[in-house]
């Protein structure tokens, strides 16, 4: 064993603690292969002496002792082992030079070049004593290494006083690599409990070896569990808000809920408090909801251009607030709900509480995290509501609840609550063992509004299709047909008791065939790829049998006329053949291209005058998605008026990740929005990594139709090993401010906005 003693004796004898992990670090693959040719050698030298000792604390799992020599004395009872002594149980170790056991006291002494490794723990040092039944030791010059945070904390002495739980005199703490390390703080004394809180006396922040500032107390996180405590404060100024500041407290309730208390002070506008709470039962029960509110210092006046601004609508309240928050939740009877939650307390909340440290880009962006829009801060409604839904191999049923908040507090608020929505839905099924499958869609609902019309609805349609195969395996032929139903009865808005139906018959006919070929490419881990195109052929007739005499009183008039429709469409899919490291085959779709073009009948037969030109043809319509990485996904859909020669909308969405050399990676995504006569803005984003730990990056989002930009923003970044720094500037209604932002890998953050 002694090359294993040498190596550890060159890694441990450096100028400090943070030096000596990261050498074990870099040089960990050599020494599995030293540590191999060691063992080897040492069976072969036949020098090595193994010994189990039983201890007080578990007699069938005693400590194993190794060593080039080991003696004992009779009178004392004690055990001397030198020369590489290893002392090890169930995943804790500990190396030596020379130990002293005491089999009566359970206590090792132990002599030069110490190293002991527990549940992601490791301690060094050059003298030390342990109680190997009561896990408990004391080191002299010693160094803790927390492996979850990166957490170096070296000191005179260091003490292990149980499991987990450690006292450090005259210490020095990092979360850096290297000497001397980028920051540190100095204390007179660390009290560390692994996997919970670590807590620090007469602290001095470093930056190098430049003392920069004192804190008598500190408490930080050390390990990676939830643990309860306050979180990195921010400070900013603005010349709305005055001077903000804003600490965070953390409490870690349980295993399934943890909360978060934001405490902001705005020297303008007063105190708000936010909080937000989450929990996760499982996978498919959780949620998150969050809550500020505040007692405004701050009156509106509409005469004031900077309130008018914000909003033309007047104000009278000062208890500001805003509630919102998700939730999924399993039920018994495979029943799943779902929750959306969206009230303010005015229209003009999100719109002057909109900064980094307020508003949608101060707390966790839920829209991301559930995959569920969010009404944008302009919005004029909230929208709350409740879906429960149920779904099985041959039906879907749904029940949803909504409510759609008006801020503005209007009279007369005409604002329709769909208060009640059923859905049933049965999924095409084989008739007997005929070529016939059967299908439903169904649905009844309950609208109410404070002034207006209110009443019920109610639609069922039911659908029947023959797929039949024509020409052999080669031509799918589809005829259908559908009868639709519906109903509505009201009162209000001066109609009095009404009562309407409608019927309208639908019968339709598809045809499509299948043509592929398959490509061998076999380049890096694609194998082959496979283009499959779909013509496919369709034509619709629906015809309603009663005439509307008004116009639907619940929802948007966006009633479906008579319909006499040809239509084509040209499917195509790039489906790849991949395998991964370990040789395992697996598919994915690369990509989908579909165009689609109609052809009115109606329109065509349609008698006009001369000077009218009939427009038969419908706009030709591309879509298409690529997706043949999880880092690149893009998507987007146009339409082309023939007549007029121009398009009449366009979307383009995408999201690409670049992976470059040494770990890096830049982002990029793209957002436009083109519809004639109504949108037409983009949003631009990119974040480009520099070289030595820089990366910069912009945002763009500009409306083209109103000639605005609605905001701007510019960021550099430099990341270190343990510490970042992030400057912003960002323009956003015609406001500039700029925010820099610290992170202490360990600590948290600490931002000053301008």
């Not at 210490?171 to 850096?176: E, G, K, L, Q, R």
């Amino acid at each position: 064993m002694s090359l294993f003693v040498k190596l550890l004796h060159i890694m441990l004898c450096t100028s400090d603690c943070s030096t000596r992990m990261n050498m074990v670090k870099i040089h960990v693959s050599v020494l599995l292969t030293i540590l191999f040719i060691v063992c080897l050698y040492s069976v072969c030298s036949a020098k090595l002496v193994s010994l189990s000792l039983d201890t007080s604390e578990d007699k069938t799992q005693p400590w194993e002792i190794t060593a080039n020599n080991l003696s004992y004395n009779d009178q004392y009872k004690t055990y001397t082992a030198e020369g590489d002594v290893v002392i090890k149980k169930r995943g804790r170790y500990l190396y030596a030079k020379k130990a002293v056991y005491n089999e009566k006291t359970g206590i090792a002494r132990v002599y030069g070049d110490i190293w002991f490794e527990t549940q992601g723990i490791i301690l060094v040092g050059e003298e030390g004593v342990f109680n190997l039944n009561k896990h408990t030791g004391k080191i002299k010059q010693g160094c803790l290494f927390i492996k979850a945070n990166n957490y170096h904390i070296s000191g005179d002495v260091l003490e292990k006083l149980s499991e987990n739980k450690y006292l450090v005199d005259n210490c020095n703490i990092s979360t850096c690599d290297g000497s001397p390390p980028d920051w540190s703080v100095g204390s007179s004394r660390v009290e560390v409990t692994v996997d919970d809180y670590g807590t620090a006396k007469n602290a001095l922040f470093h930056i190098r070896k430049i003392p920069v500032f004192y804190v008598p107390y500190v408490i930080f996180p050390a390990g990676g569990k939830r643990k309860s405590g306050f979180l990195a404060p921010s400070f900013g100024n603005s010349g709305f808000n005055g001077f903000e500041a804003e600490l965070p407290f953390f409490w870690a309730i349980s295993d399934q809920t943890d909360a978060t208390f934001y405490q902001h002070y705005m020297s303008k506008r007063g105190y708000m408090q936010g909080l937000e709470f989450r929990y996760k039962a499982t996978d498919t029960s959780k949620g998150t909801f969050m809550f500020d509110i505040m007692s405004d210092k701050h009156d509106k006046d509409v005469n004031d251009d900077n309130d008018a601004e914000i909003s033309p609508y007047s104000r009278s309240n000062n208890t500001r607030y805003w509630f919102r928050g998700k939730a999924d939740q399993a039920l018994p009877f495979d029943v799943s709900a779902r929750a959306d939650v969206d009230f303010v307390s005015d229209q003009d909340y999100l719109r002057e509480f909109n900064t980094d440290m307020l508003g949608f880009e101060a707390r966790p962006d839920l829209a991301e995290k559930w995959g569920r829009p969010v009404e944008e801060e302009r919005s004029p409604t909230r929208r709350s509501a409740l879906r429960l839904s149920r779904n099985a191999e041959n039906y879907s049923i749904q029940a949803i609840a909504a409510y759609n908040q008006r801020p503005e507090h209007v009279s007369d608020d005409t604002t329709p609550h769909p208060v009640a929505d059923l859905y049933l839905n049965l999924i095409p099924e084989q008739f007997l063992n005929l070529p016939l499958f059967y299908s439903l869609e169904s649905d009844y609902g309950y609208v109410w509004r404070d002034e207006g019309a209110r009443g019920h609805r109610l639609s069922v349609s039911p659908k029947i299709t023959f797929p039949l195969w024509l020409v052999g395996p080669y031509v799918e032929f589809e005829p259908w047909m559908a009868y639709s139903y519906s109903a509505q009865w009201y009162d209000g808005a001066g109609r009095g008791n009404n009562y309407e139906t409608e019927k309208a018959y639908d019968t339709g006919i598809r045809m499509a065939t299948k043509i592929e070929r398959v490509y061998d490419i076999d380049t890096g881990s694609v194998q082959a790829l496979k283009h499959r195109i779909w013509p496919v052929l369709k034509y619709r007739y629906h015809n309603n049998q009663d005439e509307h005499t008004k116009k639907p009183w619940s929802v948007p008039d966006n009633r479906e006329g008579d319909v006499n429709l040809v239509t084509f469409s040209l499917e195509n899919y790039f489906d790849a053949r991949m395998s991964d490291k370990k040789g395992g085959i697996y598919y994915r779709q690369w990509a989908v291209f579909n165009l689609v073009q109609g052809y009115d009948i109606n329109e065509a037969r349609r008698h006009e005058s001369p000077d009218h030109k009939k427009r038969p043809f419908t706009p030709l319509t591309a879509s298409f998605t690529s997706n043949p990485f999880s880092n690149f996904d893009v998507r987007g859909n146009a339409r082309w008026n023939h007549y007029d020669k121009e398009f009449t909308s366009a979307n383009l969405s995408a999201d690409i990740k670049v992976n470059r050399s040494h770990g890096r990676e830049d982002y990029y995504s793209i957002d436009y929005v083109y519809a004639k006569d109504s949108a037409k803005h983009l949003d631009l984003q990119a974040d480009i990594n520099l070289i030595y730990g820089f990366s910069a990056g912009c945002s763009i989002k500009k409306d083209f139709r109103e000639d605005d930009n609605i905001s701007n923003s510019l960021w550099v970044r430099y990341q270190s090993q343990c510490w970042a720094t992030i400057l912003t500037a960002e323009n956003k209604d015609q406001e500039t401010s700029f925010n820099i932002n610290f992170q202490l890998k360990g600590l948290g953050d600490f931002q000053n906005k301008h």
